[in-house]
């Protein structure tokens, strides 16, 4: 069962690049989420859609930019990469809104930026 | 802003002691999910509690929601090395087009054999 998949597992960028981060779960949930995790800060939510054509933001949405096409994907889109954005980011997703049901996540995509 | 204070936020203890890691926070919340994390690997969630005092047990593992659903514990009895790992509680805050996980700081749990 592949759940949630995130690409890449890694990446480096320099100051000012541009990269997408994907991910994609075959679940038919609807709702998704983006998470980032720094060390000794738990995480954070970026951005989150309840169903495709719909996002919103979340706690630290700067800097980031999302699209939700389709029921399976929700790239998260880093615009102009600062150091700030070194993080582990992870994307969940969940059949219904937060309560009863767990979140699934991927296994996070680890970015450095120098 | 809401947020979740988790104690202690490294420990490291022999096989077989037992633990308790603590979650708390000023604001309530509908309820609480209290995820395991391994290296290189997402959150995995472990139990969901909903009701002010309630305890759940999973095994070794026994969760605790505070009365006043602000607060939660969770004591592990008797550790493996399998448990070891990062713990996180995550408070579900209600509200917008979806509720919302706040997460706690983490926990770092290490059973030495």
């Known amino acids: 069962n592949a759940g949630v998949t995130q690409t890449p597992k890694f990446r480096i960028l320099k100051i000012g690049q541009s990269m997408t981060l994907q991910c994609t779960q075959d679940?038919?949930?609807?709702?998704m989420y983006w998470y980032r995790q720094d060390p000794g800060m738990g995480l954070k939510l970026i951005y989150y859609?309840?169903?495709?054509?719909?996002?919103d933001k979340g706690e630290v949405p700067n800097g980031y930019n999302v699209s939700r096409s389709t029921t399976e994907d929700f790239p998260l889109r880093l615009e102009l990469a600062a150091p700030s954005q070194t993080s582990v980011y992870f994307c969940?997703?969940?059949?219904?809104?937060?309560?009863?049901?767990?979140?699934?996540f991927g296994d996070g995509t680890r970015l450095s930026i120098l | 802003t809401q947020l979740l204070e988790q104690s202690p936020q490294f420990l490291s203890i022999q096989e077989g002691e037992n633990l308790t890691v603590y979650c708390n926070s000023s604001?309530?919340?509908?309820?609480l999910q209290w995820y395991r994390q391994e290296p290189g690997e997402g959150p995995v969630l472990l139990v969901t509690?909903?009701?002010?005092?309630e305890v759940k047990k999973l095994k070794r593992l026994t969760f605790q929601f505070g009365d006043a659903r602000k607060d939660s514990s969770l004591h592990i009895t008797a550790a493996q090395t399998g448990d070891t790992g990062l713990y996180l509680c995550?408070?579900?805050?209600?509200?917008?087009?979806?509720?919302?996980?706040?997460f706690g700081t983490g926990t770092l749990l290490a059973v030495q054999p």
């Open positions: 969940a997703s969940s059949q219904w809104t937060p309560g009863g049901q767990p979140q699934h």
């Open positions: 679940m038919n949930h609807n709702y």
């Open positions: 859609s309840v169903g495709a054509g719909i996002t």
């Open positions: 604001s309530v919340f509908s309820s």
């Open positions: 509690v909903v009701t002010g005092g």
């Open positions: 995550a408070g579900v805050s209600k509200g917008g087009a979806t509720n919302k996980l706040i």
